[in-house]
């Protein structure tokens, strides 16, 4: 176990709703990044945030959104859903924003969009 | 922008054979290198890390990779396998000095035949 957890497990919703995803991060970790990995496919960076602010993004359009709160768990909120976000939702949390810290990844959410 | 090739997308072996998965990334800077595996149901764990120094790095559960500068690779072996290494591996990167965010190639499954 990583200590990193992850709510809800599965989660199946319509094209066009609204998703939000939960991630509590290890103890004493202040880092929380997000990713996204489609079946067949290595996950994807989708941001960061740090110590309540987002600090880095990748190639994701604006509907995925994000928030970390003062106990540094974090939310991933996807508007407007689309039959492609069906995915794995990953969750790394870290003590650290550099590059050499480790990430620690919870089980992740499968999200599946009808 | 950083990229990860892994090409081989699914390796069978049998128990006590020797394995080495390839990798290659792509990217113009200093890079640290990952190598995790995810049991099926299980979340990504940490194989195994390169930031600096010997260029051959012993992970978890008697892995190692073997960092090669000029040919941009970091391929991971293990003398030989059993039939709890079935899994997915999954090669990743991130610039050095830079934000934490992994890029990950798209992976390889193993499968190990008792």
């Known amino acids: 176990e990583t200590g990193v957890t992850q709510s809800p497990t599965h989660l199946i919703k319509t094209r066009g709703q609204q998703v939000t995803l939960r991630c509590s991060s290890q103890?004493?970790?202040?880092?929380v990044s997000w990713y996204q990995q489609a079946l067949g496919q290595g996950p994807q960076f989708i941001f960061q945030?740090?110590?309540?602010?987002?600090?880095g993004r990748g190639n994701f359009p604006p509907r995925f959104s994000g928030l970390q709160f003062p106990n540094y768990s974090s939310e991933l909120n996807v508007n407007a859903l689309e039959l492609d976000d069906s995915a794995l939702y990953l969750c790394?949390?870290?003590?650290?924003?550099?590059?050499?810290?480790?990430?620690?990844f919870g089980q992740g959410t499968r999200l599946t969009v009808v | 922008a950083q990229s990860v090739s892994q090409h081989n997308h699914h390796v069978i072996l049998s128990e006590a054979a020797s394995l080495e998965l390839g990798c290659n990334y792509s990217?113009?800077?200093?890079?640290?290198l990952f190598w995790y595996v995810q049991y099926p149901g299980q979340h990504l764990q940490l194989l195994l890390k390169?930031?600096?120094?010997?260029?051959l790095v012993k992970g978890i559960k008697g892995f190692e990779a073997e960092f090669i500068k000029s040919k941009f690779s970091f391929n991971l072996r293990k003398p030989s396998v059993q039939w709890s290494d079935t899994a997915e591996y999954f090669c990743?990167?991130?610039?050095?000095?830079?934000?934490?965010?992994?890029?990950f190639g798209s992976g390889t499954r193993l499968q190990v035949q008792p």
């Open positions: 990217y113009g800077g200093t890079v640290n």
């Open positions: 945030y740090y110590r309540e602010e987002e600090n």
């Open positions: 790394a949390s870290s003590s650290g924003q550099g590059a050499n810290t480790e990430a620690f």
């Open positions: 103890s004493g970790h202040n880092t």
């Open positions: 990743a990167v991130n610039a050095r000095g830079g934000r934490r965010a992994l890029t």
């Open positions: 390169y930031f600096s120094g010997d260029p």
